[in-house]
């Protein structure tokens, strides 16, 4: 028998294992996905508010040293 039979043979089996239980295997895997995407949006809610501390605390500080030069200035 030729390798392309064999495959067609094996990938026609799988496609059966696969459809016959496929539904059971989604819902194996669909709460882990549903958890992943929830641990992803926390990781990006984290990231959101370290990166508005980081950017409010430059703010400030580029304020005040813009502040403190004018002082020198006299203006």
Not at 27 to 38: F, L, M, N, T, Y
Not at 50 to 59: H, P, Q, S, T
């Amino acid at each position: 028998m030729s390798a392309g039979r064999y495959a067609g043979r094996y990938g026609a089996r799988g496609a059966r294992w696969a459809a016959d239980r496929g539904e059971d295997l989604w819902e194996r895997v669909s709460p882990e996905i549903d958890a992943a995407a929830e641990q992803v949006g926390d990781y990006l809610d984290s990231a959101r508010e370290a990166i508005d501390d980081v950017v409010r605390r430059e703010a400030r500080d580029l304020r005040k040293a813009i502040r403190r030069q004018r002082k020198r200035l006299g203006v």
